[in-house]
């Protein structure tokens, strides 16, 4: 292997050593020559790493001045010192705020009178001294508001500590579990219930019970793999609720909040592919469940009788609407819903039975709950955003129907939402379908195949590539960038159905999308392929690594975030953190027709010699979701098979996880970094935007 300080100098890539690992699985036989780099305790394996960094470093030098004018401009769009709109949990409002030079938020209460005292709950600056990393999970303050429990990660791997701090004196209680994903009280104040993940897969399999200063009792431990735990209480604050699910099949248990040592009742057993979510009010369960359809209904059960003899159903499934949420209060419910790949928000009055959508004019946009976490209300907050929109937090009257701004993020500068264009157009897959792909651009635009373009996806989970605002997105589109997002199957942006239709035998669809909307892009002459740069993270980094074997001659450039790329490989080791819960994702390659819907885009697997564009991988050494060593083995294959001269970049960060850097000030120059090298690929580099 090439020492790290020489290919700083010589500004060529470092060549990993080659040690074959032969296997063969349903009479394929593969050959990894990759695999001991998954070892992070050998001193090779992170030189590998330090020199891949030196070459990255040494590659993007001269763009150095570029890098810092996009942090120094982006900064200038930021209001640095600021403060959330507050919200109201009993006899005081919550907030958080960040000061201008500081990385982190600080958590704050203050009592409801005007003139109340402002009281720190948790400075994560102060917390983060000495540490490289910081990040807070949960955040839940007792019913007697004497005490706050939350849990903390120091090192990126999404391994949280759950801690207790008593609010009158400001001490952090000898309280403590290792390893806590969720978090509930009961209503004494002095009973915890949390769930725990084990420490080697990371599945939240254990429900306990804390009594403050006392043990810890095991209540629950699931065997079967595929599944995860949590816990929650209701917004009523009468119930706490067990949740135990996959990707594909859920059960609930309850136990009342103010009898936290009894028995919990379970609502409905799991039954294959049924999931069920449950909330509260009055003498009521409320069941968002998709035994009717894919798309969810909700059925009432009673508190005394919760069984599915009892059941009645307020709203049946519908096969447009997705019911992706349900929030209930003490006169209302709120669902959150998607329909043409828009995201909606539908109230009930329960006292009419009547239901209004919340009416919005743009063409795309997120909206979504906001923080609600009082239950007698007769205002809803919500939180919406667009391209063009900042993050913007409104109360809805419940009695008017009428939304009231409270507050929308600043953007600093001479910014002016009116100079740029949102437009949803629709290509055309291989099947016929269409798919949606949300535009925005600064007005002006000539559709001449001449304007540069980044392309972003999700595709998978079910989840959907929403669409939302971003300051630092200016930095492109002020420079005569398209910015596009396609809302391609296996993703939830039209619901349950389209995730079906692009996963397990069904995955490559994911994949011909993307591709479909790319071309499409290039036909309508809103890009061309050689200005055209496609991004992803995770699952969204699988789909850029399926999509560049695929399809190479399509794109200027790749940039591959934490990409999950090694699937066979990762899929075949139930070891790793949440291998078994994804075969209902991807199929467990184990079975023979799996193994063949896998192999037949894993990107490790379907590398080969061809040109392929500029690409930038980017990963975290303490990466719990994919493995470093996925990108790693991926980009020192790629090294050995490229017939190009186009550049491949790799950057790891070594002391961040899954998310990238915590601070808020290093994930600007993370962003003004990947900023850089995009507008380089787009032919873009040292350009000053647009005035």
Same mark, same amino acid.
């Given at each position: ?14 060549i990993?050593e080659?040690?074959?690992?032969t ?11 990759y ?9 090779r394996?992170i ?19 570029f ?9 200038a ?7 959330a709109?507050?919200y109201?949990?009993?006899s ?14 600080i958590?704050?209460?203050r ?10 709950l948790l400075?994560l600056n102060?917390?983060?001294?000495? #540490?490289?990393?910081?990040a /807070?999970?949960?955040?839940? *303050?007792s @019913?007697d508001e004497?005490?706050? =429990?939350? +849990?903390t990660?120091?090192?990126?791997y999404?391994q949280?500590? #759950?801690?207790?701090k008593? /609010?009158?004196?400001?001490h *952090?209680? @000898?309280d403590?579990?290792?390893? =806590?994903? +969720?978090?509930?009280?009961a209503?004494d104040?002095?009973?915890l ?12 399999h254990?429900?306990?019970r804390?009594?403050?200063g006392?043990?810890?009792e095991?209540?629950h431990e699931?065997?079967d793999e595929?599944f ?7 917004r009523?604050?009468g119930?706490?609720?067990h949740?135990i ?10 136990l009342?909040?103010?009898?936290p040592?009894a028995?919990?009742?379970?609502i ?7 999931e069920y ?9 409320y069941l968002?469940?998709?035994d ?6 909700v ?15 307020l709203v049946a ?5 997705m ?6 209060f ?12 828009l ?8 006292a009419t ?8 004019d ?15 209300t007769?205002k ?8 063009v929109t ?5 109360d ?17 500068g ?13 290509a ?16 002006g635009?000539v559709?001449d195949g001449?304007?540069p ?6 595709g998978?989970y079910?989840i959907?590539s929403?669409?939302?605002?971003s300051?630092?997105?200016y ?7 398209i910015?596009?997002?396609?809302h391609?199957?296996?993703g939830?942006d039209m619901?349950?159905?389209?995730h079906?239709a692009a ?17 499409h ?8 392929s050689?200005r055209?740069?496609i ?20 794109f200027a450039g ?13 899929m ?8 078994v819960g994804?075969?209902?994702e991807?199929?467990n390659p184990?079975?023979?027709?799996q193994y063949?819907?896998?192999?037949a ?5 379907n590398l ?7 690409m930038l991988?980017?990963?975290?050494l ?7 060593w996925?990108p790693?083995?991926?980009v ?10 186009h550049?491949?970049?790799?950057k790891?960060?070594m002391?961040?996880?899954?998310g990238?850097?915590?601070g808020?000030?290093d994930?600007?120059?993370?962003t ?7 507008l380089g690929?787009m032919g ?7 005035p």
């Open positions: 292997m090439q020492n790290p300080a020489s290919a700083a100098t010589a500004t060529k890539p470092p990993a080659k040690r074959p690992r296997s063969t699985l349903h009479g394929d036989r593969r050959v990894d020559d695999g001991w780099l998954r070892e992070k305790s050998d001193p394996t030189a590998y790493l330090e020199a891949e960094n030196a070459y990255t470093d040494a590659m993007t030098s001269d763009t150095k001045p890098q810092d004018l996009l942090y120094h401009e982006m900064l769009r930021i209001q640095q010192t600021d403060m709109v507050p109201r949990k009993g005081y409002l919550y907030y958080s705020r960040t000061i201008e030079g500081q990385q982190y938020a958590f704050c209460r009592k409801l009178a005007a003139d109340a005292a402002e009281e720190i400075d102060a917390m983060a001294t000495g #540490l490289p990393f910081m /807070l999970g949960d955040f839940e *303050v @019913p004497s005490k706050l =429990a939350y +849990s990660d120091s090192t990126g999404r949280y500590v #759950l801690h207790v008593d /609010l009158s004196t400001g *952090v209680l @000898p403590q579990a290792e390893r =806590a994903t +969720s978090i509930a009280w209503r104040s002095r009973t219930f949390y769930s725990q993940e084990d420490e080697v897969s990371k599945r939240s254990r429900l306990y804390h009594t403050l006392g043990g810890h095991l209540l699931e065997p595929r995860d735990e949590s816990v929650s209480l209701t009523s604050g119930w706490l609720v949740t699910s996959s990707h594909t099949t859920s059960e609930v248990r309850v009342s909040s103010d009898r040592n028995t919990w009742t379970l409905a057993p799991r039954q294959q592919d049924i979510y449950l909330d509260h009010r009055a003498n009521l369960f968002r469940i998709n009717t359809g894919r798309n969810f209904r059925v009432t059960a009673p508190v005394a009788t919760p069984d599915r003899a009892h059941w009645s159903e499934q519908r096969d447009a609407v019911l992706s949420d349900l929030d209930c003490a006169d209302h419910l709120v669902f959150t819903e998607r329909e043409n790949a995201p909606h928000l539908a109230v009930m009055d329960l039975g009547r239901t209004r959508r919340v009416p919005f743009e063409a795309a946009y997120s909206v979504g709950p906001s923080s609600n976490a009082e239950f007698t007769h809803f907050r919500y939180s919406y955003q667009s391209f900042p993050p913007s937090v409104f809805l009257d419940l009695a008017s129907f009428q939304s009231e701004l409270l507050k929308r993020q600043p953007v600093l001479d910014w002016d939402a009116t100079h740029y264009a949102i437009e949803r157009i629709t055309t897959a291989k099947d016929g379908t269409s798919v949606p792909i949300s535009l925005v651009y600064r007005k635009l559709r001449h304007a373009c980044l392309l972003y996806s999700y998978s079910g959907p929403n669409v939302t605002f300051s630092v997105r930095s492109l589109l002020d420079r005569g960038a910015c596009a997002v396609a391609i199957r296996g939830g619901g349950k159905k389209w079906d996963r397990m035998s069904r995955k490559m669809t994911t994949f011909t999308d993307f591709i479909a909307c790319a071309e892009l290039v036909k309508q002459k809103y890009t061309s050689d055209l740069v991004q992803g993270g995770s699952a969204g980094g699988l789909l850029m690594g399926a999509v560049t074997n695929l399809r190479p001659d399509l790749v940039l591959a975030q934490v990409p999950f790329v090694d699937v066979i490989n990762t075949l080791d139930s070891s790793l953190p949440l291998t994804e075969f209902e991807w199929g184990k079975v023979k027709e063949e819907w896998i192999r885009y894993s990107p490790y697997d080969t010699k061809q040109a392929y564009p500029s991988v980017k990963t975290g303490n990466d719990s979701q994919v493995g470093y996925e790693t083995k991926y020192a294959k790629l090294r050995t098979l490229k017939t190009d001269t550049p491949l970049l790799y790891v960060n002391g961040a996880g899954h990238g850097a915590s808020r000030y994930a600007l120059h993370d003004a970094f990947d900023y850089a090298w995009i690929r873009l580099l040292e350009t000053k935007p647009i």
